[in-house]
């Protein structure tokens, strides 16, 4: 079984800094891609910061010079280091992985961690 386990998410005023990892655990043979949703209340589930297994990235707009999603030299934990935090930045923070597995690629989430952006 897969899991994403996440970590990083808290309190922090605006202009401040947060760095959310995910691990991904379990049985799969390899990451396609890995990437960071949020969800804010009220609000359609959107798109943050993604990376595929060949180091492309991309980012909503609204993150662009502020976020920056990595990994580290095994590929399964991602990191997102996201600075110049703004109240709009409030949200569950889900991780997304991609993964290739026995059955063919399958898509994961993780539990979501909560982001809140004092101003």
């Known amino acids: 079984q897969v899991q994403l386990l996440e970590a990083g998410g808290g309190l922090v005023q605006a202009g401040g800094s947060l760095r959310l990892s995910c691990a991904a655990s379990g049985s799969f043979l390899s990451v396609n891609t890995m990437g960071w949703y949020r969800q804010a209340p009220g609000k359609q589930r959107e798109l943050v910061a993604g990376l595929t297994s060949g180091g492309s990235t991309n980012y909503a707009d609204s993150v662009k010079g502020r976020f920056t999603i990595s990994r580290v030299n095994a590929k399964t934990t991602v990191y997102l280091q996201m600075n110049s935090l703004k109240p709009e930045d409030t949200a569950v923070y889900y991780c997304?992985?991609?993964?290739?597995?026995?059955?063919?690629?399958?898509?994961?989430w993780g539990k979501g961690t909560l982001v809140t952006v004092s101003s």
């Open positions: 997304n992985a991609d993964l290739y597995t026995s059955l063919g690629l399958r898509a994961y």
